[in-house]
């Protein structure tokens, strides 16, 4: 397990990079696995990254297990590396975008 202090940082970085609420994510993932024919029952719409962060969205800080921060890690690093500031995807760029929104964070929120 991770340090208090390692983990109070984590915790506020995912939260930070996570910019989407566990209802907005939800809706998301349900929306972004819909097709014309079907929709999957919602707990199991998405990928798995984003139903493991809709699942740390709504643990608390002391329930997190090795997993989740393991998941928060990589979704950290991944929205770091896709979302900088100076190169926040244009609405255009919608296929980058449902990348960042299934791991929870919307470039275009404010």
């Given amino acids: ?22 209802q907005e994510l939800a809706a998301w993932l349900r929306v972004s696995d819909a097709s014309e024919e079907s929709e999957p029952l919602p707990e ?24 989740d921060i393991q998941v ?4 950290v690093d991944k929205v770091a590396e896709q979302a900088d500031v100076e190169n ?3 609405a255009e ?9 299934s791991l929870g964070h919307d470039p275009l929120k404010p």
């Fill in 1 to 22: 397990m991770t340090d208090p202090l390692e983990l109070d940082a984590l915790w506020e970085d995912f939260h930070r990079a996570v910019n989407m609420t566990s």
């Fill in 44 to 67: 199991h719409a998405g990928t798995p990254t984003g139903q493991h962060v809709l699942a740390i969205l709504q643990k608390r800080r002391t329930d997190l297990t090795d997993d």
């Fill in 88 to 90: 926040e995807p244009e």
């Fill in 72 to 75: 928060m890690y990589e979704v």
């Fill in 93 to 101: 760029d919608s296929s980058r975008r449902h990348q960042l929104m």
